[in-house]
């Protein structure tokens, strides 16, 4: 017997590089765009003395002005450290059945890592060869389902009718939607928390508000779902929403006209961005998030990833089956768009 017998053992999640200096980083869905100027302001003034104090177990004001802007009751929000956190705690807190946990093949491959770490049985579902997912699939005995919308790393929709089918259908488990994209032309299925107590929506600040740094996420839920979750949240940590974050994440809620702006140049970008990729040759199925999943005609997609990031432009490449030949490119600035499209045509031309 030595202690490593004992040790809880488990292949982490692999998140994507975080190069340092000067590159062009379309690797990790980040928004290209600063926060809502009035985030800055916010950590400015922040009254620094307040810092002593532990922050409210609930998120306070941030808990308040998400039950505004999205028009829930403070009992139906959670909020946590970027919606990781949020899902660990949904996972930990509702899967605890012996029956499996289902999600699809291809998916954002955190949720495999979670089960592993609880000792959650799961299966995953193949999404169909159009890289969408069956919702007939989703109909059979589970012990809660896990269904990313738009899925990462496809960028494929499925409409808020097809996910409430599933919900329906499936009254006994929690169902989570995974909303981290949404807000780039999809449509949320928050409207119907109200009527189904077995559907948790998870979002997040940091792509679609920019704040992947400042780490918040949140779910919307049934207020008895919302109760379980913040006893085990009381279990672990109560106090993981810090003073400052909470204070800007107040502010980037205050200015909608800029959240609904900067949405909107990267929905353009990336529909520009899809027309000049279809005209180098690649194919993808059609994405509402901020990023492309796409595969090339003729040229391996490692190949292309490597060369790329030899030119310092960062995509993401899984050695997975099913998708090693796709590359998941996020949508950057007009500037690093049009660097990137310039190099994928010098070297598609292979003058690199
Ligand atoms: N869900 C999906 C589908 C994601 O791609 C990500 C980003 N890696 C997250 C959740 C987690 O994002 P965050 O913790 O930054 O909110």
């Keep these: 017997m030595n202690w490593e017998d004992n040790v809880r053992k488990v292949i982490p999640y692999t998140p994507g590089e975080q190069p340092t200096g000067?590159?062009?980083?379309?690797?990790?869905?980040?928004?290209?765009?600063?926060?809502?100027?009035?985030?800055?302001?916010?950590?400015?003034?922040?009254?620094?003395?307040?810092?002593?104090k532990y922050p409210d177990v609930y998120g306070g004001?941030?808990?308040?002005?998400?039950?505004?802007?999205?028009?829930?009751?403070?009992?139906?929000?959670?909020?946590?450290?970027?919606?990781?956190?949020?899902l660990a705690i949904a996972f930990l807190t509702f899967f605890n059945g012996e029956k499996p946990v289902i999600f699809p093949d291809i998916t954002y491959s955190f949720y495999d890592v979670w089960c592993d770490l609880y000792r959650i049985p799961y299966e995953m579902i193949p999404l169909n060869n159009a890289f969408r997912i069956v919702k007939e699939d989703y109909i059979r005995p589970n012990g809660g389902i896990v269904i990313p919308n738009p899925n990462a790393p496809t960028g494929v929709e499925k409409s808020v009718e097809d996910l409430e089918y599933i919900i329906k259908n499936n009254r006994d488990s929690?169902?989570?939607?995974d909303e981290a994209y949404v807000d780039f032309g999809g449509r949320s299925v928050l409207p119907l928390i109200r009527e189904y107590d077995n559907l948790l929506v998870v979002q997040t600040f940091s792509k679609s508000r920019s704040m992947a740094g400042v780490r918040i996420g949140m779910a919307f839920g049934d207020s008895r779902l919302i109760g379980y979750m913040n006893d085990v949240k009381f279990s672990i940590n109560s106090y993981t929403m810090s003073r400052l974050t909470i204070s800007a994440g107040v502010a980037a809620l205050e200015d909608?006209?800029?959240?609904?702006?900067?949405?909107?140049?990267i929905i353009a970008t990336r529909e520009r961005v899809k027309k000049q990729l279809s005209e180098l040759g690649f194919e993808f199925p059609d994405s509402k998030s901020n990023f492309i999943f796409a595969t090339h005609k003729s040229v391996k997609a490692?190949?292309?990833?490597?060369?790329?990031?030899?030119?310092?432009?960062?995509?993401?490449?899984?050695?997975?089956?099913?998708?090693?030949?796709?590359?998941?490119?996020?949508?950057?600035?007009?500037?690093?768009?049009?660097?990137?499209?310039?190099?994928?045509?010098?070297?598609?031309?292979?003058?690199?």
């Design 174 to 177: 929690v169902v989570i939607i």
């Design 256 to 265: 909608n006209g800029y959240f609904v702006s900067t949405c909107e140049r």
């Design 22 to 52: 000067e590159v062009i980083k379309l690797n990790t869905n980040e928004n290209p765009y600063p926060p809502a100027p009035g985030v800055k302001k916010a950590l400015e003034d922040y009254d620094i003395s307040e810092l002593r």
């Design 302 to 352: 490692k190949d292309i990833f490597t060369a790329a990031k030899d030119k310092n432009i960062y995509l993401r490449w899984w050695n997975k089956p099913r998708i090693s030949d796709y590359l998941r490119i996020s949508i950057g600035t007009d500037e690093e768009m049009d660097a990137l499209i310039a190099f994928l045509r010098d070297y598609l031309d292979g003058n690199i």
């Design 61 to 86: 004001e941030l808990r308040d002005k998400l039950c505004e802007v999205y028009g829930t009751g403070k009992d139906n929000v959670f909020v946590g450290v970027g919606s990781d956190d949020v």
